[in-house]
């Protein structure tokens, strides 16, 4: 077993090692929340010797090993999100069934920038998997504004006719999300090798978990996770198999060294199917 911990806060545990050794230190049903973004299997350069073009049998035993392995560490009514490209997360979801935990939902990123690819459609959306172990302990559901022209003030939408009957709080949450903007800009992404959005992590830590709640991320890649967690006051652990440098930086509050490209997976994971 390759695993030892790289650092701690006062809130978390970062282990650097493979995402396997650690799970298989942790306890039974001692996580709230799992949220998981694994490489997706696209030939990325992940720096440090990881495949990420195995063949598709062996990517995919390999997943639902580490799938188990979070299902079986999330406490009754825990909340297991895991993003990947759709055509993963087709097989990956008969996985979590496999398990025994509950679909709650299919949740479609809607993704900007990808290229249009001959004789497909556009791919335009990322797949966020939902799923509970049994009914969910904690679930909230957020609000978004209404949606108004940034030019005349007017409703984008015409509500059928039943605008006055709207929350003057706001629409409620569909799964399909479409403000989540990608840390594509040199400015933004200072975060290393494929940080997902906070934003995305805030709204999944907001609908299904509360302060003091345990939050595990076996893939840390830049550690969007941890420093959402670290905010929202959820305690946190994760596992990164590379560098875990840039995480201790994000999380120290110091710059970091490099950024890296890495977009457009969604569009690669069409062209590649
Ligand atoms: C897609 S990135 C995660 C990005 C992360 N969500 C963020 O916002 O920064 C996947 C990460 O998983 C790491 N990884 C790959 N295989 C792993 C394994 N077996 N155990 C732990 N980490 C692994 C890679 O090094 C990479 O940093």
Redesign the pocket.
Known sequence: MTMQIAFTTELGTLYQ????DVLASMADESVDLVFA????NLGKD?G?G?DDLLDEDHYLAWCEKWINECARVLKPGGAFYLYNIPKWNIPLGGFMNATGLMFRHWIALDIKLSLPIQKKLYPSHYSLLYYTKGKPKFFERPRLPIQVCRHCGGDVKDYGGHRNKLHPDGINLSDVWTDIPPVRHRSTKV??????SEKLLERVLTISSEPGDVVF?????????FAVAERMHRHWSG????DVEPIRRRLAGEAALDVMPGLGDAAKGVKAS
Do not use: K, M, Q, V
Not at 217 to 225: I, M, N, R, V
């Open positions: 090692g493979d995402c396997l973004d694994p490489p997706f992940y440090h990881i975060r290393g090798a494929n940080a997902l991320d076996p893939f840390g890649g830049s550690g969007t996770t596992s990164e198999i590379g």
